[in-house]
Nanobody, 127 residues
Framework: QVQLVESGGGLVQAGGSLRLSCAAS????????MGWFRQAPGKERELVAA????????YYADSVKGRFTISRDNAKNAVYLQMNDLKPEDTGVYYC????????????????????WGQGTQVTVSS
C-alpha cells in the first residue's frame, strides 16, 4: 500500500498554469506506474497522464496532450503534473494514483487498475 498526498490545486484563469505535486510514502518500491486522474462533477474519473518508473514514453489523454507534462522524481518519491494553457474543461478534482504493476497500454487503464489513491486536489479554471 502506498500513501499519496496531492498539492498544488487552486483557482486559475483560462490560459494560466498550475503545477500539481504528489508525495508518496509506504510501499513505494511497488509504484511501477504513477498517474493523474481527474473527475468533473457528474462525470467519470479519467486518466489524464501516466508515467512509468523509468519515465520513458509518458501517456497523455488527447484532451491534454501538448499542454500537460507529467514527471517523476524517484529519489523524492514524487510525481508532478505541470499544466499549461489551462481551459475551463480542465476543471475538476485531480487525483494521484499508483499501479503496482506495469502496463504496455496506458490508454487502456482505468481507475480500477490503480490500487492507491490520494485525497484529490481541486483545480478550477475560470473563463
Amino acid at each position: 500500500q502506498v500513501q499519496l498526498v496531492e498539492s498544488g490545486g487552486g483557482l486559475v484563469q483560462a490560459g494560466g498554469s498550475l503545477r500539481l505535486s504528489c508525495a508518496a510514502s509506504g510501499r513505494t518500491f511497488s509504484s511501477y506506474v504513477m498517474g493523474w486522474f481527474r473527475q468533473a462533477p457528474g462525470k467519470e474519473r479519467e486518466l489524464v497522464a501516466a508515467i512509468s518508473w523509468s519515465g520513458g514514453d509518458p501517456y497523455y489523454a488527447d484532451s491534454v496532450k501538448g499542454r500537460f507534462t507529467i514527471s517523476r522524481d524517484n529519489a523524492k518519491n514524487a510525481v508532478y503534473l505541470q499544466m499549461n494553457d489551462l481551459k475551463p474543461e480542465d476543471t475538476g478534482v485531480y487525483y494521484c494514483a499508483v499501479r503496482s504493476r506495469g502496463s504496455s497500454n496506458y490508454a487502456g487503464l482505468g481507475p480500477e487498475d490503480f490500487g492507491s489513491w490520494g485525497q484529490g486536489t481541486q483545480v478550477t479554471v475560470s473563463s
